[in-house]
T-cell receptor, first 113, second 112 residues
Framework: EAQVTQNPRYLITVTGKKLTVTCSQNMNHEYMSWYRQDPGLGLRQIYYSMNVEVTDKGDVPEGYKVSRKEKRNFPLILESPSPNQTSLYFC????????????FGPGTRLTVT | RKEVEQDPGPFNVPEGATVAFNCTYSNSASQSFFWYRQDCRKEPKLLMSVYSSGNEDGRFTAQLNRASQYISLLIRDSKLSDSATYLCVVSPRSGGSYIPTFGRGTSLIVHP
């Protein structure tokens, strides 16, 4: 089944404790991205990647890192999480660049206390 | 002016009604347009791509008006299961950008 998977789905952590949210797609898509969704603000892109070893900042990259060592994986790293990073995070992939539809993972609900 | 604007609603309609949403965008160079559906706190899922000639999929019709820079979604014969938030997406944000822009969504509630 073609899909985008994320882990963990739910995470409660404390300020400053490094964490990684994994994202994997099995559709051989080139484009992958991370979004956060907050009430009243909609989906905002954090980082995106157009291919292996190619990543770039989205709208809200501060406090996040990403890597794209393999085509299928695109982990999101929070080196020192803060409470303002409490949010719902979605990973997405697309067969092409930005003009194609995106397929979203199920989301990761992160709470930073 | 926001890059992509949607009326947040909620649109509260009875079953069987016809309802329409609009989404305006500011970048005249945008190439691709989509409608996504998002159920409460779940992942967005593609509903329709929006083509210049308009497109229809069952009860759903999407149209693009480049001159006035808006896209629309028409839902006929609304079902209870159509209750969701509808997000419009415009890509790219600006020339040379690879960032799609999401609207904040329009909430639809279909009641018996």
């Amino acid at each position: 089944e073609a899909q985008v998977t994320q882990n963990p789905r739910y995470l409660i952590t404390v300020t400053g404790k490094k964490l990684t949210v994994t994202c994997s797609q099995n559709m051989n898509h080139e484009y992958m991205s991370w979004y956060r969704q907050d009430p009243g603000l909609g989906l905002r892109q954090i980082y995106y990647s157009m291919n292996v070893e190619v990543t770039d900042k989205g709208d809200v990259p501060e406090g996040y890192k990403v890597s794209r060592k393999e085509k299928r994986n695109f982990p999101l790293i929070l080196e020192s999480p803060s409470p303002n990073q409490t949010s719902l995070y979605f990973c997405a992939s697309s067969p092409g660049q930005v003009t194609y539809e995106q397929y979203f993972g199920p989301g990761t609900r992160l709470t930073v206390t | 002016r926001k890059e992509v604007e949607q009326d947040p609603g909620p649109f509260n309609v009875p079953e069987g009604a016809t309802v329409a949403f609009n989404c305006t965008y500011s970048n005249s160079a945008s190439q691709s347009f989509f409608w996504y559906r998002q159920d409460c706190r779940k992942e967005p899922k593609l509903l329709m791509s929006v083509y210049s000639s308009g497109n229809e999929d069952g009860r759903f019709t999407a149209q693009l008006n480049r001159a006035s820079q808006y896209i629309s979604l028409l839902i006929r014969d609304s079902k209870l299961s159509d209750s969701a938030t509808y997000l419009c997406v415009v890509s790219p944000r600006s020339g040379g950008s690879y960032i799609p822009t999401f609207g904040r969504g329009t909430s639809l509630i279909v009641h018996p």
